[in-house]
Each structure stands twice: as C-alpha cells, then as structure tokens.
C-alpha cells in the first residue's frame, strides 16, 4: 500500500527539517569556536580566586560579568565553554577523518576482494570490538601520557570499527553491480575501480557514518577527559570542567550541568544531521 | 431457508496520496448454507478485498461500509474487533493465497492449530490436540501425530495449505472463505486441494466463498458464481446459469478465453479480452467494461448501470437485453 | 553442525588470543613500565631495580610467553601494588560488575522492547514520534553527565535512592540506568523495525483470521518473530556495557571490574590491566557465541544445518 500524501509529505520535510536543524547548530558552534578570542568575554585560563564559584547570570547571585558563572577557580565559564568548542570539534572532525581513513580502507578491501582477505578483515574487526575500548584507551593514555594529539590518535585508532562494517557491506552490495564487471572488462585497474566506481557509490553510507562516528568521538574524549585520562588541565575541554566541577555539584550544579549541556547539543545536533541525512538518502536502512 | 450471509451495498474505500482508491464497489450478493459460491475476476479486480471486508481484515486505512453485512443473522457491520475476534476462526474461517509464507515459522504445526480451537472452546491441550490430528487425517495428511510436532519449514507448500484448511476447520465454521488456495500450488496439487474442498464442504455442511481467477476451479466446485469487474459485480446466478447463459460480455469474454480441446480449430486464434483494466481510483461514470467489449454504444459512456435482476439469485450489470449475446456463449467448461 | 561450532570456538579463541597480544604490547611498548613503577622521584639505580625485580628486563616475547602460558591456567600473576593474585581480586569484582551489567540489560530491554512494539503498531503516530525522539536524545546524552545528573536528582534532591557503594539491591538502580539507558535507542528501533516488517507479513494476517486476541497476536506471535536479531545485538550489547562499565563505576563508587582496572591504571599495576583486558575478551567473545546460539534456539529455521 503506497504512503499516502500526508505521510510522504511528513517523511521529506521530517528528514530535512532534522538536517536542517543539525547543520545550523553545528556550523553555529564552529563559528562560535573559531571566533572564541573575539567571542569569549575572559581569558579562559585567567583565575581569580576571589572570584570563585559565581553562579550564572539567572541565579539571584548572578551578574552579567560572568553569565555563565564562574568555576571553582575563578575562570568564566562561558569563555571556557567557547573554547572547549574548539576541542570537541577539532577531536570530532580529526579523530572521525583518521578512522574513517582506516575502517573504510579495510572495509572496502574486504568486501570487494572477498576470500581470505574478507576473512581477515572479519577477523580484525572482531578484535577490535572485542577490545575494551575504555580501558585499552585509559591505559595508553597513562603510560604515554596524555595529550590532545595522543588523545585524537588513540580515538582515531580505536573508532573504525563501524566504518569498517558499514563500508564492507555496502562494498559488497555494490561489487556485484553490473557496472563494476563493466568496468574490469574494459580493463580498469583494481585500483581505479576501488576509487572511481566503488567509493562514490558508497559515499552516502559513509558520510552517515561519519556523521555518528564523530559524535562518538567527542562524546569519548570527553569521557576520557572525565576520568582524568582525556586532554590535561588547565585546557577547557567540557568533559574536563565536568570532572573539576564533581565536587561541588551539590552546591552549585551549574558547574557541571552547562558543560555538560554543551556536550549533549553538539552531540545531538551531530546525530540528528546524521540521522537527518541517512533518511534522505537511504530510509530503508533506519533500524 | 434464511441465507447464511446476507451482502447489501458493500463499499470499501482506501484514501491514497493519487486519490481515493474504491477498489469494492456496491456489491450485493447473499450465500445460503451449504453453498459454494465462486467469486470469480482478473487479478486487481477488488475480489481478495472483499473477502477481507466480510472478515474485517482490511489494511488499516481502509474504510468499509455496507447497507447489510449479516452472518447467520449476526449484524457484522455493529461488532466492535473483540466481538469480531470472537466469530473469526470460529463461525466463520479464512485461508490465503500463500501457504509458503501463512505459517508462523517459530511454532510447531500442532501448537498453531491447537490455539485455533483453545480461543474459542474451552478444551483441554489433549482434546485439542485430537482434534488437531483428526482434521490433518481428513485434509488427507498422512502420520498426523507426527506432523503436530513439525515445524512449518519442515513441509511442502502443499501440505502447509493442507494444515492451513485444517485449522480453518478446527472449531467447525459454517463459512470458509478461500481467498486464491491453489494458485501457488502445481497443478496437481490444485486438483487434490480442490477436491479436497470440495468433499469437505459436502461432509460439513459448511458454506464456502472460493475466490479465484480460474474459471476451471469454478467449473468443478461453484454451486454459485459471482463474476467481479473493477470492483463491481457484474453478473451473478448459479454456476451452471452463468456458464451456459452468460449475459454480460466480460463473462462471454472469459468463456470464450477457455480452449475446448476437440472443439478450437488447429490455427484458429486463442480467445482475449483486449485492452486493459480501468483504474481504479475515483469514479467513473457509465460502464467500466465498455472500453473492451464489442457490443459497446452511446448508452454505455452514460449513467452509472445498476444490477438487473432476471431472478432470484440471478442478475447482470448490462444494458443489453439478455439474450442478445447469448448467441456468442460458449458452454466450454461445462 | 558440530564442525561450524568447533570452527567458531577456534575463531572465538583466536580473537581473544589477539586481544590479549595486542593489550600486551600497547602496556610494555607505549612507556617504559619500569619507570612508571618505580615512580616519578626514582633514580635510575632504582628502576634497573624494579626492572630485574619484575622480570620487565627479558625480550617481550619471552615475557608474553610466559604470562600466557600460565594465564591459561588461571594464574595471572600477581598485583603489583597490592601483592595478592590478581585472579583472587578479580573474581572478588567480577559479581558486582556482572550484576550491575544484567541490571543495566533488563532495564534498557524493559524499556526499549514496549515502545519498539507500541511505535510498530502505530507507525509515525504521536508515540513512535516519541520513541524515535527519545532515542535521539538518549544517544546524544553523555553517560558521565547523565549518571551525576541522576546523583543530583535522585539522590540529593530527592533523596530516594543510594548514590555510592554496593550493598543494597537499591545501589544498583541507578547505575543501571546510567549504563543501560546507551543501549535504549538501538534496541528500541531494531524491534521497532522487525516489528514493522513481522506485522505486515503473512502469518500474522492467519493469527488474526483465527480470531486470536490482538495481546495475543502481538506478543505470542508477532514479538516472537521480531526479537530474534534483538536477542543476538543484546548479548552483544551486554559485552559492551561490561566493557564500559569502569565509567559508571567509578561514579557510583562500585567496586567493580571497571573500578579495578581504572585504580590498576593510575597505578601502573599492569597485571590486573593485562589480565582484565584478556577477561573481558573472552568474555565478549563468548557472548557471540551465545548470540549465535540463541538465534539457532529462537528461530528454528536454523537449526537444521
């Protein structure tokens, strides 16, 4: 039974509205983070101890000076916000782009030569998920020291395993097109095929894909930067400024809930534009 | 003797994003007990739709409406889906076109007939279970106390339909509608499962709508036939009636499709209806058939043609006097 | 039959084998263990010390070799930093992570399962708008925040639950929810999706031409069918909310596996890392399997090989 006219119309509109709305808060942020030192009304790493734990601008407590308060060492928490911008999305894209890089390579090989080689591409995969991410992470980071390069390298070496699926299989689908035997007989060169027929088409997938993956990212860096483990003090990531401000949440619960605030918007804008972007292109693949 | 089903005016309506699809339109028909009526059309023509209008098993955007739709004096038009769901499976039974795929692939062949009688009897597992392997031995399966323990997977399409007819029949229904039961089957299975049917319905006393497409299957079982064009029914009667006098052309038109071996001519052209079937969505005024049929006049492209009634149970949807075409019926099937 | 089940537990056998090279390598080669040990205000004739006295100076192969060779067996050694056999402090954890682990589980199915089947039965209605909405949102929350958040609300302002430890089953409600509520959306949408594809299928529409109640329908029949590719993500899901555990644990104070291995970690006591890590392989690894066997056990197509 075909869809009728106002369920088609709500589907289309559905999907580009959560586009929309994704791509606007995200390129907001960007503009926001790569604006920060004419934005930020403070030097995110200047204390004031003096001037500690001020609420934000809507508490009866709170002043314009610092609208979103201040921390437990006097820094504005808006000018540390607009920074910590910077850090989730640069990770995001970084870490989303080296492991797309990896797991697309892998996926794409496995799925189109298939055999052995298919056979250890599975294998790896299932390595790596059967890895505990956290822990392996955590413990890099401990003995090599962390870093926000260590930090973007070790997500970017960790993070491929959906790419690596995702694009297998759509390799896979798209190898037994007639178009790819098309284009071995005219002599094409694996390689030539691998880049101009197989990638393009595969492309939309990805670009979904990438979309979540880099949601992950962020979301993952913060958690390490919770623990202790992620990018090092005084740098104002907001997985970071959640765990300095744990002690006095109780008392001031602003110190962690805008930070995190900040989190959960970036990271859901991200997921619907993904989101938004896979039922565009392919909404028979939503599950 | 009252009629076991009473149709009045059976409308069904479907909104669609292109229109308002009406693919069952006006249909009146009634069924006495112990008939076997035959609804009879080309594929698209509304007739599985009706079936699932009598047992209220439309999709759900779909809008039923009739002037009198009764069972055995039930009025099926005032009951809500409990009330339904109480009389389906059990006053009156359903089985589909697709037996490869009616069966729930995840229980056993006994546990799916067994719930059929336990929703509407109060029995205990091992009367049900009796009767289970009692209905399997009459559809004709062999090893029947096996076959409760099998999963469907495990058996042919044949023999799934077999098991689908046994548990249409398990709580004794006094209407069994057969939406297509053999077309997915080889033919040879057709002519057991139709036979089946058939004995079935004489040992039951049970009534049966058989839908189908093949005027062969009418010839063998029908009591009665109801022919279905684009949503309409266009002549109705006893099968033989219809057979030896069909009145409207679209009836002539699919007679005359049926070869008689000894009677076509070596050569001699296959029988067809040209062109095609009228869409669906809307309403068209005049005839709908009137495109295709070679007795086509003004008068056709005029008002809506109403069912003419010749007698009891015996009507056409034509402007033509009856006997006009009947020169041109062959009694091929018969 | 027999061979696909010895081949997959050969596989299985190998990934975790893998795991635990590679953990191996990432611990000895990323920093000099020895110094970490030694800690930050040693001398160097104090780390050559350490050095010899933990067997870190042989080549890394030998010291794999030998670890493996007796992990097998189920010594891992000895910690570092609390001199007991880490196999004893794991087996003391692993309880509290299993439970909290299983909590988190039925919390995300008992949530996820009824809205996946009322969203199918209603598609793009007022409540599959809902369900797909909240699935967004609770994808995007981050479960740090989301587990101080419930501290705040549920046991500061509200003050009905217990926010730290382990002792009452009430200690486990919300870190259940913290590690469980990931997990939601996939599990909601995977049987929102069967359900759609089940309910539009054949033999429902024989259910219900039998007269069968629509609970019945639904649930009997309809769920059965739909849950199978449920059941197989879950099992895996389950690995990975163990995996993820060492978060919620240690903002709950849950002295679970994930705690040890994060004290373990800030501790250099590598040990208790290598062999967590191998543990929690393997017990991912099994998990597949378990998965692969309750498809065959859920959809008796399948079985027959």
């Known amino acids: 039974m075909p869809p009728s006219r106002g369920a088609q119309l709500r589907a289309r509109i559905f999907g580009h509205t959560t586009v929309l709305i994704g791509a606007t808060v995200i390129l907001a942020v960007l503009a926001v983070a790569l604006a920060a030192p004419w934005l930020a009304p403070h030097d995110p790493f200047a204390q004031d101890l003096s001037q500690r734990l001020i609420p934000p601008v809507w508490d009866a407590r709170g002043s314009w000076t610092h609208i979103f308060g201040t921390d437990q060492l006097g820094r504005d928490y808006l000018s540390r916000l607009i920074y910590g911008a910077r850090i989730s999305l640069l990770v995001g894209t970084t870490a989303a782009a080296m492991s797309a890089v990896i797991g697309t390579t892998l996926g794409v090989l496995g799925g189109y030569f298939g055999g052995r080689a298919d056979l250890l591409v599975t294998f790896i995969i299932t390595t790596r998920l059967a890895l505990p991410v956290i822990l392996v992470a955590l413990a890099v980071a401990a003995l090599i020291g962390s870093s926000l390069n260590i930090v973007i390298a070790v997500l970017g070496l960790l993070l491929w395993d959906r790419f690596a699926v995702v694009t297998r299989s759509a390799t896979m689908q798209v190898r037994s097109l007639d178009y790819i035997a098309a284009a071995r007989a005219i002599g094409s060169s694996t390689a030539r095929i691998l880049l101009i027929e197989i990638l393009p088409n595969i492309a939309n997938v990805l670009l979904v894909v990438a979309t979540l993956e880099m949601a992950q990212a962020i979301l993952l860096e913060a958690t390490l930067s919770f623990l202790g483990l992620g990018i090092p003090p005084p740098a104002p990531s907001w997985g970071l400024m959640v765990a300095e401000g744990k002690e006095y949440m109780f008392f001031s619960p602003w110190v962690i809930t805008i930070p995190g605030a900040a989190l959960f918007g970036l990271v859901l804008a991200i997921n619907l534009l993904g989101d938004g972007l896979r039922d565009i292109t392919a909404p028979e693949s939503r599950a | ?334 | 039959m027999l061979a696909y089940c010895a081949k997959r537990t050969i596989v299985a056998l190998l990934v975790a084998l893998t795991v635990s090279v590679i953990s191996f390598a990432l611990l000895h080669l990323s920093g000099d263990l020895a110094q970490a040990l030694a800690g930050p205000s040693a001398t160097a004739a104090d780390v050559a010390q350490v050095r010899e006295a933990y067997g870190l100076d042989r080549p890394i192969v030998v010291q794999y070799g030998d670890w493996i060779a007796r992990a097998v067996r189920g010594d891992f050694g000895e910690s570092f930093f609390l001199k007991v056999p880490v196999g004893e402090l794991i087996a003391d954890r692993l309880p509290v992570t299993l439970t909290l682990g299983i909590c988190a589980l039925v919390f995300a199915l008992a949530l996820s399962l009824p809205l996946g089947v009322a969203a199918a039965v209603k598609p793009n209605s007022w409540l599959d708008r809902l369900a797909l909405g909240l699935s967004v949102l609770g994808q995007a929350l981050p479960s740090f925040w989301f587990a101080l958040i419930l501290i705040i609300m549920f046991g500061l302002k509200l003050r009905w639950l217990p926010v730290s430890g382990s002792s009452t089953w009430q200690h486990f409600v919300l870190p259940a929810i913290a590690l469980g509520y990931y997990a939601t959306p996939a599990f909601m949408r995977l049987t929102r999706a069967g359900m759609l594809e089940v309910l539009a299928s054949d033999y429902i529409r024989t259910a219900r031409a039998k007269g069968l109640r629509t609970m019945s329908v639904l649930f009997k029949h309809a769920l059965r069918n739909a849950i199978i590719p449920v059941v197989a993500v879950a099992a895996v899901q389950f690995g990975f909310m163990l995996g993820g555990s060492i978060v919620i644990e240690s903002v709950f104070s849950l002295h679970g596996v994930g705690y040890l291995g994060w004290e373990a970690i800030s501790r250099a006591d590598f040990p208790v890392v290598q062999a967590i890590v191998l543990i929690l392989a393997c017990i991912y690894v099994l998990l597949t399997l378990l998965a692969d066997m309750l498809n065959a056990v859920l959809d008796p197509r399948i079985r027959v090989r």
């Open chain 2, 1 to 334: 003797m009252s009629a076991l089903l009473e149709v009045k005016h059976l409308d069904v309506r479907i909104p669609l994003a292109a229109g308002m699809l009406h693919p069952v339109r006006d249909l009146s028909f009634s069924l006495g007990h112990g008939d076997v009526l035959c609804i009879v059309g080309e594929s698209g023509c509304g007739k599985s739709l009706t079936s699932l209008a009598l047992m209220n098993l439309l999709p759900a955007r779909a809008r039923r409406s009739a002037q009198t739709l009764a069972l055995d004096g039930i009025d099926l038009l005032r009951l809500d889906e409990r009330a339904m769901s109480d009389l389906r499976g059990n006053a009156m039974a359903m089985i589909f076109q697709e037996p490869m795929t009616s069966l729930n692939p995840c229980y056993t062949v006994g546990t799916q007939l067994t719930e059929a009688l336990r929703r509407h009897r109060r029995v205990d597992a091992r009367a049900a279970r009796d009767r289970a392997v009692h209905l399997l031995e009459k559809v004709g399966i062999t090893a029947a106390a096996e076959r409760l323990g099998q999963y469907p997977h495990q058996l042919s399409g044949g023999l799934r339909q077999r098991v689908l007819i046994a548990m249409a029949l398990m709580c004794g229904p006094k209407l069994l509608i057969a939406d297509e039961p053999t077309t997915a089957l080889d033919v040879t299975i057709q002519a057991q499962i139709l036979h089946l049917l058939a004995s079935l319905r004489h040992e039951l006393d049970m009534a049966m709508i058989l839908i189908t497409h093949d005027l062969g299957i009418v010839a063998r079982v029908a009591t009665h036939a109801a022919v279905m064009y684009a949503g309409e029914i266009v002549e109705t009667g006893s099968a033989r009636e219809v057979f030896t006098q069909p009145t409207h052309p679209y009836t002539q038109g699919l007679l005359r499709c049926i070869p008689v071996p000894g009677k076509v001519k070596r050569r001699a052209r296959l029988g067809s209806i040209p062109g095609l079937v009228p869409s669906l969505i809307g309403d068209s005024k005049g005839c709908a058939f009137r495109n295709r049929c070679r007795h086509a006049f003004e008068d056709c492209a005029g008002a809506h043609i109403a069912l003419a009634e010749l007698s009891p149970g015996r009507a056409y949807r034509c402007l033509l006097p009856p006997g006009q075409c009947a020169a041109n019926a062959a009694a091929a099937a018969l």
